[in-house]
């Protein structure tokens, strides 16, 4: 699908599915932050993995396939009305979800992390 030049993703139900559950795992954890990406304690160069930050200490290191990562990453780039085309350079956006009874506002930002790709850095903050 094509918007104002815009190229869209249009994820699979797996897709939105597995990033629903990270969004509320992030929740339920409080986590300050999500990270998506290649895995930069090097599992395996093939391997991304997804990652909270808790008070400070990261957690729960989620090994993934570069498929499925890539897949997650395009599906946060749509909740934050990224330009799916640029893979080049940072961008930022936002985008609100409810959990536990709350508004919560994830801002997110999508780097370029070569030679594998992106990564993203979800903020959680909870709306007052």
Known sequence: MEEQGVTKHVPDRAVVSLVNRILLRAIELKADEIYVGPDEEGIAASEFAISYLVNGKLYSREAMMRSTCVNIIAHFKELGR??????????EGDFLTKGEGREWIFRITVEPAPPFGEKVIAKLVRRS
């Open 82 to 91: 990224l330009n799916h085309a640029k893979r080049d350079t940072r961008q």
